[in-house]
């Protein structure tokens, strides 16, 4: 059974269906690859496949560390500083200075993921054809410019208008970082990895408060308030966009920042993961297996639950703040500890799932939280004796932010074959556009400052996600059985060591196994499935985590 704590055990090449065994260098050896088969296998082929020690190999994973994470970091950052603009500016007049109603404010909220849901078939499609880098450094520069030129619209149809193309260049960035996680870490880091970016949605709240706070006392007679906020929040993301496509590399085959043995080791390492790493081939027979598979169907109920109730309260959370009886500027101070809830939440969860290999409880522990949290805002009257209780119930609802992260770690890990990969991960983010479009609207201005009917609906998602969580690990479960049993029809072993999902203190006594009995039995890259484009349901050696 697969899962974070696998411990690596010496395996002989040929009774390891998946592991990673490099061979010493062999540069007069060429393997001839399939066309159709990943860049990853063609790369390999063309270098010769190597022996790395783990030194080496942590050394490469430092060096990927220290210059990719901290662009995907920054481009997550900023979008969701340009997506939640709107609610920091919520409570500086923007309903009145730019003449909305209440509804109207929710479908400002809306339209944001309804573009996003649009656009998530091209986004996938980009993302298989076109250099990655490239593709997300364009995004965040046109979405900076339609953030920047938001501060020009002084009415509803006009805001509607530039929100709509604010999350068509959004939609880009969730499945890109995904699939950027997809393809320079392996499978034991990924989760963490993906935690890292997806807590800047806590960082986002600081970061977005404190600045929001400082230019909210800014008072002009020829700019609203919100107008300032938007041309700055703009700025500054244009700016790291064009930082990032100087900076950002495609792929670990094209990164020109790694020596050629760096590429090689980078490349080699993420064998065992049985994804590949990048085609640059749509193949509509991945599709065609995506719709078809019924672990998709639940992920994407899964993010839809959490996303109705993260989409109401990202957009109307500083309103319910203000309505516990804060001042402005008080909701906005009393906010800034959602992001240090968030981000503590969303890493913390990250690293219990690796530690045990198990995701689909940490998730049900926790909806544990909102769910707590919901009924407190729900039963709690609204009287000054009682802003701690209420407060309290606001930010344990906020832990909600972890749950969309592990969902989309989840997925991903489940998932293998590129065109699959980037398809499955565009059906997670139309179920989370569909929920985010969904949520606000079931908040009205009118409803304060109880809110009941959306806090009812977010109870019953919590609820909905907690249940899924434990069910989808069974499913999981079967689909190993199934994989196990066709292997040994193969005449391949049955139980197979997942060494994508060895623990780094466990990965050094493996790779000196390696080195020790210089394993020249390794399967050659053309007889790999890990680097033949293979979808995870047609790949036998394909193990599922829970």
Not at 3 to 19: C, F, H, L
């Amino acid at each position: 059974m697969a899962d974070d704590r696998s411990k690596a055990t010496p395996v002989v090449a040929a009774d390891t269906a998946d592991a990673i065994m490099p061979v010493a260098e062999t540069s007069e050896r060429v393997h001839a690859v399939s066309s159709q088969a990943d860049k990853a296998a063609q790369f390999i082929a063309e270098h010769g496949e190597v022996t790395f020690t783990y030194e080496e190999e942590r050394s490469v994973l430092r060096r990927i560390d220290m210059r990719i994470l901290p662009l995907i970091l920054g481009a997550y950052l900023f979008q969701q500083l340009d997506k939640s603009s709107l609610s920091y500016v919520s409570i500086f007049g923007i309903l009145d200075d730019a003449n909305l109603e209440s509804i109207q404010y929710s479908w400002l909220g809306s339209i944001l993921y309804l573009a996003q849901l649009i656009f998530q078939p091209l986004a996938a499609f980009l993302l298989v054809k076109l250099p990655t880098g490239k593709v997300i450094g364009t995004a965040v520069v046109c979405w900076g410019m339609c953030a920047a030129i938001m501060a020009a619209c002084t009415n509803f149809s006009s805001l509607l208008a530039l929100r709509f193309l604010l999350g068509s260049f959004e939609a880009m960035i969730a499945p890109s970082l995904l699939a950027v996680t997809q393809m320079w870490w392996r499978r034991s880091e990924q989760t963490l990895r993906a935690s890292y970016w997806n807590a800047m949605n806590g960082v986002t709240f600081i970061v977005g408060s404190l600045v929001t706070y400082g230019l909210g006392h800014i008072v002009s007679d020829k700019i609203y308030r919100y107008q300032t906020i938007f041309i700055f929040c703009g700025v500054l993301t244009v700016i790291f966009g064009v930082a990032f496509l100087v900076f950002m590399p495609d792929s670990p085959m094209e990164a020109k920042y790694l020596s050629e043995r760096e590429r090689v080791i980078a490349v080699e390492r993420l064998r065992a993961n049985q994804m590949g790493v990048a085609s640059r081939q749509w193949k509509w027979d991945h599709v065609k297996e995506t719709f078809m598979d019924f672990k998709t169907l639940l992920w994407f109920i899964l993010i839809v639950a959490i996303s109705i109730a993260s989409g109401g309260i990202s957009t109307f959370g500083n309103l319910i703040l203000k309505d516990f009886g804060f001042t402005n500027f008080n909701a906005i101070l009393f906010s800034m500890p959602t992001g240090v809830i968030q981000i503590v939440v969303i890493i913390g969860s990250a690293w219990i799932a690796t530690r045990i290999g198990r995701k689909g409880i940490v998730i049900t522990g926790l909806a544990c939280l909102p769910t707590i949290g919901t009924v407190l805002m729900l039963t709690v009257p609204r009287k000054d004796s009682n802003k701690g209780a209420l407060l309290l119930g606001y930010y344990l609802v906020q832990c909600l932010a972890a749950i969309t992260p592990m969902v989309y770690a989840w997925s991903a890990q489940n998932t293998g074959g590129d065109t699959k990969k980037k398809t499955s991960s565009a059906i997670m983010f139309m179920g989370m556009c569909t929920g985010n479009v969904i949520g606000p609207l079931l908040y009205n201005t009118n409803d304060a400052p109880l809110y009941r009917p959306g806090l009812i609906a977010n109870l019953i998602m919590f609820v909905t996600v907690g249940v899924l969580g434990l069910l989808i690990p069974m499913y999981l479960m079967l689909l190993n059985k199934w994989h196990a049993k066709k292997r040994e029809e193969l005449g391949k072993q049955a139980n197979l060591v997942d060494e994508s999902m060895v623990r780094s203190k466990d990965m050094r006594d493996s790779k000196a196994v390696e080195l020790e009995q210089n394993e020249h039995a390794v399967r050659n890259i053309e007889e790999d499935n890990g680097m033949n484009d293979l979808p995870d349901l047609r790949n036998e050696d394909f193990i599922y985590v829970y």
